[in-house]
């Protein structure tokens, strides 16, 4: 990907130390991977794989413990609110303040980045058009669906007009029609440039959106490719599924190499 690359993490670790009877442990342990413009990465793992704590650490807000990582060219450790200002998060919980409106929400959150007022009023009526909300701007946020919620926690991210967007869980909780509307949005954020690196359960939503995967495991990368690839390396291991099941998916990838079983928080 040469200069195109805009994350680039060499045997990056994320240890964290012991606190209130909990021994420390170490969360992220030694990942590679790296992420060019307009790529969607996606990182699948079971709960406590690591992957929300190598998103943070991506996102400046934590720091790293050993390897290195390079964010837009820079070192999060030390111009932390620089690559903060050029990237967008969309966390698991849409945080919104439900007393306000939609495009209050928007002018707010375009103010904490320093925007000026009428680059916020500018940018507000695209961001309502990216999200479908023009006819709900002065309405309460208490009053939006899930999806239009959502939706407007992806808009509120891209006021700063972001290189890079970290998505946490997009569509838990969304029925399917949301969650099709929102991977609209997404894919023309991909077609503008902007790259993204997304966490998700979802297995058909990560084969829908993501141009790469890493999966993890136990704080380490076990398997990386496109879902193609990964699909392609589990059937030459002479997978089969009962005939009258479809053919091999993601699932059955992520299934193969991280278990079964149920894992808590």
Known sequence: MGGSLLVEARGLTKTYSARKGRPAFRAVDGIDFELGRGEAFGFLGPNGAGK?????????????????????????????????????????????????????????????????????????????????LEDKADAQVEALSGGMRRRLTIARSLINEPEILLLDEPTTGLDPQARHVLWDRLFRLKQDGVALIITTHYMDEAEQLCDRLAIMDHGKIIAEGTPGELIGALLATGFERPREVRSATLEDVFLSLTGRHLREE
């Not at 290195?68 to 111009?79: I, S």
């Not at 320093?114 to 309502?128: F, H, N, P, Q, Y």
Request: with cysteine; glycine share 8%; aromatic share 6%.
């Open 52 to 132: 929300s704590s190598t998103m943070r650490m991506v996102g400046a807000t934590s720091p790293v413990t050993a390897g290195t990582l390079r964010v837009l060219g820079m070192d999060p450790a030390r111009e932390g609110p620089r690559v903060r200002s050029r990237i967008g998060v969309v966390p698991q919980d849409d945080c919104l303040d439900r007393e306000l409106t939609v495009r209050e929400n928007l002018y707010v959150y375009g103010r904490y980045f320093g925007l000026r007022k009428s680059v916020i009023r500018e940018r507000l009526a695209r961001l309502l058009a990216f999200a479908q």
